[in-house]
């Protein structure tokens, strides 16, 4: 014998996504399944025939009159007796499962827009999962049922998308940009702006909102100003550390002499700098390299807490493993980003921390 699922079906939400097309022009509005909707309105006409008893047993005692069959012998239009709605359902359908009310669907609907404090205008014609309310700043909005079901229960809020660009139009007209359009790579915390001097640039849209973004054309600021990607390899003979560092400065020599904390028996070597245009291209593409880096190889990442004290950051440090890899990146930014007559400045003898003086 066949063995008996024990699996718990979860019960329906009383509003599904899968709402009914509606056949206007006759004497009634017809709801017609979703399935249905590539037949066209002019098919749904009365099919003259008669309705045998047995059917109609069979929906009054799931709730509905057959009122005529229709479209074909397969098709029946049932009443409910709840609302006085019309649904086309067919025989088989109404044999065999608990059909659904079309009427009864979109006043849940509309209850449950309501209550989540929208308007329900319509259901999308594109994606039946879809529909359109109007949304208290008085903006048509297109949200699936289950996302305006957790509206109604409290769960979440309504954005409005023309809203929220007007709100960040505003926020950069007052920090002297325009907003454009979206981030390109699909980074919902960053915007494409244009500054007053015509810069055109990605920014966080919060930083943007509180003033701290600089125009790297412009500012005046570090971001601004040419910069350099560099890998720099560390050795520490006593705790026989050998480390990788990637990263990015204006002038590297001083971030190690200055920066990096390195007790004074470090052997630092300064493997190779690509300059960058502006601190803004070179911060980005430092991030972008040291996630690829992240993902491809997660394990040349050396943990904090293995050069914890000795050298003055939380990240950004490989093994001697990743060398190739870091390389490989480092050609692909230099030849992405080509920097004609850039050179570092004269290299200066490194200089360390002094160790403490014995008491």
């Known amino acids: 014998m066949p063995k008996t699922s024990t699996v718990v079906k979860k019960s329906r939400p009383a509003v599904r996504g899968v709402p009914f097309e509606i056949v206007t022009g006759r004497q009634a509005r017809l709801y017609v399944p979703h399935r249905s909707r590539h037949v066209p309105a002019s098919a749904w006409i009365d099919y003259n025939r008669p309705v045998p008893q047995e059917w109609k047993a069979i929906a009054q005692a799931k709730g509905f009159r057959i009122r005529r069959r229709i479209r074909n012998r397969l098709h029946v239009a049932l009443e409910c007796h709840s609302c006085g709605s019309l649904t086309a359902q067919r025989v088989f359908t109404l044999r065999t499962a608990q059909p659904r009310c079309g009427g009864c669907a979109e006043t849940a609907m509309i209850a449950e827009a309501r209550a989540a404090g929208l308007i329900f205008l319509r259901r999308d014609k594109v994606d039946h999962h879809y529909a359109l309310y109007r949304a208290g700043c008085g903006h048509v909005v297109r949200r699936q ?89 560390i050795e520490i003979p006593g705790l026989g550390l050998h480390l990788l560092k990637m990263g990015f400065s204006k002038h590297p020599q001083k971030r190690f002499r200055h920066q990096l904390g390195l007790p004074r028996t470090a052997r630092v070597d300064l493997v190779r700098t690509i300059p960058i245009t502006s601190g803004h291209d070179a911060c980005a593409l430092e991030k972008a390299a040291h996630a690829q880096l992240r993902h491809l190889m997660p394990e040349v990442v050396v943990p904090a807490e293995v050069y914890a004290g000795v050298v003055n950051t939380k990240s950004e440090i490989y093994t001697p493993a990743a060398f190739a890899e870091i390389m490989r990146l480092m050609d692909v930014i230099e030849a992405a980003h080509p920097v004609v007559g850039a050179s570092l400045p004269p290299a200066k003898p490194v200089r360390t921390r002094k160790p403490p003086r014995s008491a």
């Open 145 to 233: 049922a289950e996302f305006v079901s957790r509206m109604a229960a409290g769960k979440t809020d309504l954005c409005c998308d023309r809203c929220l660009i007007a709100r960040e139009q505003a926020e950069a007209r007052r920090q002297g940009w325009v907003r454009l359009r979206r981030d390109p790579n699909g980074n919902p915390n960053y915007r494409i702006y244009q500054h007053s001097c015509g810069q055109i640039q990605r920014a966080a849209r919060v930083n943007l909102a509180w003033g701290q973004c600089k125009c790297q054309s412009c500012g005046g600021a570090w971001n601004a100003h040419p910069s350099f990607i560099y890998l720099v390899r």
